[in-house]
């Protein structure tokens, strides 16, 4: 992802004037307007309302649907996903999701003063067999406990 930039409209529009005409080009325009701006703005969702006929409610129902939209702004430097399904929950995920909460003095959706860290929830990474699992950065991680989470946090920020 690129470093995020600040909202503009016109850039905004020449991002997603040539998915307007391409059948399902709501989801891939609003990749485009994330990778662009870092989040999902408000703003984007009536820009993108109008190019595509559709209501704002409907575009913000596709937007909020999918985790890895961000509505309320852009993602810290690193973002750790730890997944809440019952199969990780099975094997400690709760208690590795309060050891994380603790060492990265956050909460769920939120990002670590100074942006370096951003902890969300998922539910189901596909690593049921393997949990607890997350992610971190995009690269999937399993058999966690708080130690080894720790380490790979600490290794993803060098």
Same mark, same amino acid.
């Given at each position: 992802?690129?470093?995020?930039?600040? @909202?503009?409209?016109?850039r905004? &529009?020449?991002?997603v004037?040539?998915? #307007?005409?391409?059948?399902?080009?709501?989801?891939?325009?609003?990749?485009?307007?994330?990778?662009?701006?870092?989040?999902?703005?408000?703003?984007?969702?009536?820009?993108?309302a $109008?190019?595509?006929?559709?209501?704002?409610?409907?575009?913000?129902?596709?937007?909020?649907?999918?985790?890895?939209?961000?509505?309320?702004?852009?993602?810290?430097? $690193?973002?750790? &996903?730890?997944?809440?399904? =019952? #199969?990780?929950?099975?094997?400690?995920?709760?208690?590795?999701?309060?050891?994380?909460?603790? $060492?990265?003095?956050?909460?769920?959706?939120?990002?670590?003063? %100074? %942006?370096? @860290?951003?902890? =969300?929830?998922?539910?189901?990474?596909?690593?049921? #067999?393997? %949990?607890?699992?997350?992610?971190?950065? %995009?690269?999937?991680?399993?058999?966690?406990?708080?130690?080894?989470?720790?380490?790979?946090?600490?290794?993803?920020?060098?």
């Amino acid at each position: 992802m690129s470093p995020a930039v600040n @909202w503009n409209e016109e850039r905004a &529009k020449e991002i997603v004037a040539p998915l #307007a005409r391409v059948s399902g080009g709501l989801l891939p325009a609003l990749q485009a307007i994330q990778d662009e701006f870092g989040f999902v703005p408000k703003s984007a969702i009536s820009l993108l309302a $109008h190019t595509f006929n559709m209501t704002r409610a409907e575009v913000f129902g596709v937007a909020s649907f999918y985790h890895d939209f961000r509505l309320d702004g852009p993602a810290g430097r $690193h973002v750790l &996903k730890l997944c809440r399904a =019952e #199969a990780c929950q099975a094997v400690g995920a709760e208690t590795l999701a309060a050891a994380a909460q603790a $060492h990265l003095k956050v909460s769920w959706n939120e990002t670590k003063a %100074g %942006g370096e @860290w951003t902890l =969300e929830p998922v539910f189901c990474l596909g690593l049921c #067999a393997s %949990g607890p699992s997350a992610m971190i950065d %995009g690269e999937p991680v399993a058999r966690l406990d708080a130690e080894k989470l720790f380490a790979l946090l600490d290794e993803a920020e060098r």
